[in-house]
């Protein structure tokens, strides 16, 4: 077979041959609730390269079973996170815990042979068939389901006999997904590479990912640089600016947790909760705060304020401001 290659498929595994699964074997020995209800653990989890820090003290939970949205700019530190994560990239410092278990760089165990990565390049080798692509998948897992790789192939039609070279943009990233998800990984991480599907495909891809997702307990990272993409991709959001977290938990506590209020000219709101964003002009106030759980903090609205929910564009943009606000203001005081 050719060697024309577009990059190895993600991080499947280790190409150490094992027995392999053809359905539901091979899934980590089960660890206490409280560890199988968090995927990922991150520990104040750095990245440097040289003099330049790409992630710093990066502390967060991610729950199991979710669809998680990376959402930050290009240069945010998403693609290095993704990579310690799936240990092909070691940390400067910090820990970081899948399902429990530790993944350092080039680990080979069951967390590390768990977790797969798959990048915006598609990650095929071109002149290989699809089959091909099957094969190669089966040789390098430790754990392979053969039915699941072919089932995700039909839902989209994917011939089984085409050249991946000759595959549209679309249909390669069909292909890489099918490749990973035969592999049956405890976390799946995706580093853009929905970006070539048009936003009907993507919307549908989404919604199968969330379904695989809630059957097996499997978690999916999905990172983008581009909020208008988010509406109905994740139920789980973390949110990186500079290198570190800026916000994360469930999507729709977030949103419940988030108002803005608007009302006569004020130094503070009239209500508890923590402002996220204040704008003012002569006569009016405007705040964004994030609210306490307590339901007091929603019961009692001041007269002349108006109280309005955010949408989740809105919500990310406002913290992505506040935190180059707060970015700026640390290094004016350096």
Known sequence: ????????????????????SEGREGVPGRHSMSERSVAVRARDVSRRYGSVWALRECSFELPAGRIVALVGANGAGKS??????????????GSLLVHGRPVARGESGDAGSRVAILAQDKSLYRDFNVSDMLRF??????????????????????????????????????????????????????????????PVARTEVTGELMAEAADGDMTVMLSTHIIAELSGVGDH????????????????????GHVRMTGPRADQPPGPGTVVQAQHTDRQSTFVLRRPPEPTAHAVVAPGWTVQPLTLDELILTHLKASAAAHRAREAAA
């Open 1 to 20: 077979m050719s060697e024309g290659r577009e990059g190895v498929p993600g991080r499947f595994g280790t190409g150490e041959r094992t027995e392999r």
């Open 237 to 256: 959001l973390l949110l990186l600016d500079a290198g570190r977290p800026v916000l994360t938990g469930d999507v729709e506590e977030l949103l419940d």
């Open 80 to 93: 290095t996170l993704l990579s310690i994560i799936a240990g092909t990239l070691a940390a400067t410092h």
């Open 137 to 198: 998948g089966r040789s390098t897992n430790r754990v392979w389901d053969q039915r699941r790789a072919l089932s995700w192939l039909a839902r989209f039609d994917i011939p089984l006999d085409r050249r991946c070279g000759r595959l549209s943009g679309g249909q390669r990233a069909q292909v890489a997904l099918a490749v990973a998800l035969g592999s049956r990984p405890v976390v799946l991480l995706l580093d853009e590479p929905l970006a070539n599907l048009d």
